[in-house]
């Protein structure tokens, strides 16, 4: 009697994003409950309420009383379908707790079709053919999950931090101006009074972000004699780790690592 309910249950799979059923579970319902009309109604043929769909003969009522009717949930933070998990962005797929021993796709999403290592592939198929779709166990046992990317967000955190700086600054000079005048609602109300436009904020965050620029390379003639006294090599230093507020030119001596005699001058474009 365990076997044919674990069948039924593993194929209902995932459930869909933020809902607790899925096409396959709905047409479970649908099919179950013609079944149950049609023999108490001792009518010979089953009827579903699907166009282009042929009449069948009513089954017999199952011999088990126990019909699953649940999927297991999406994963916050994900998409599903009923034999898949995909991780948002930002988000990494990460395994059941209890399967903590075994790496998932970095491509955040679990599938039949999912490139996985040998190790991770034979935990897959072993827990779909003993645990999945158990009473008690739900129809995909142990699922994955779905966690935030922890360097996403350190960044955001960072990146928040600053906005928040820049937003204070401003704040303090229109406080200094006396540029306080109040703001209605309708109008924009206190963001208004204090805030600064997105453009603004955007251009401010930018020249307080480091750019990254191409790198530009010419190859100096061979027998080439660059020297550069200890003032040049401070000048230059200091132009590659600390940008001004104006466009400067920086430039790196850089030696080549190959057979011929030659140096790289490296131009970096700083803000």
Not at 22 to 50: V, W
Not at 174 to 179: F, H, P, V
Not at 241 to 247: D, G, T
Request: hydrophobic residues 30%; contains cysteine.
């Amino acid at each position: 009697m365990v076997g044919p309910y674990k069948a039924q249950s593993a194929a209902l799979g995932y459930c869909d994003a933020g809902s607790k059923t899925n096409d396959i579970l709905e047409r479970l319902r649908t099919r179950t409950t013609a079944i149950e009309a049609c023999n108490r109604e001792n009518r010979t043929s089953l009827y579903l309420p699907t166009p282009g769909v042929e009449e069948e003969p009513c089954p017999a009522p199952p011999l088990s009383p126990f019909i699953p009717d649940e999927c297991t949930p999406c994963p916050e933070h994900a998409t599903c379908t009923p034999d898949s998990v995909s991780c948002e962005h930002g988000s990494l797929l990460r395994p059941h707790p209890l399967l903590a021993f075994i790496s998932l796709p970095s491509s955040n999403t679990l599938s039949p079709h999912s490139q996985l290592s040998p190790t991770t592939s034979a935990v897959v198929k072993f827990i779909a053919l003993t645990l999945d779709g158990m009473p008690g166990l739900g129809s995909v046992a142990l699922p994955p999950r779905c966690v935030e990317d922890p360097k996403r967000k350190r960044h955001i955190g960072v990146l928040g931090k600053a906005i928040e700086a820049v937003l204070g600054l401003e704040r303090g000079k229109r406080l200094c101006a006396g540029e306080v005048s109040p703001v209605q609602d309708m109008e924009g109300g206190e963001a208004m009074r204090w805030g600064m436009h997105l453009d603004a904020l955007r251009e401010a965050m930018k020249a307080k972000t480091a750019v990254s620029c191409p790198r530009r390379r010419h190859s100096l003639p061979q027998g080439t004699n660059l020297r550069c006294s200890r003032s040049c090599k401070v000048l230059l230093r200091t132009l590659l780790v600390k940008p001004s507020s104006s466009w400067s030119h920086g430039v790196e001596l850089l030696p080549e690592k190959t057979p011929r005699t030659s140096c790289l001058v490296s131009h970096w474009y700083l803000t």
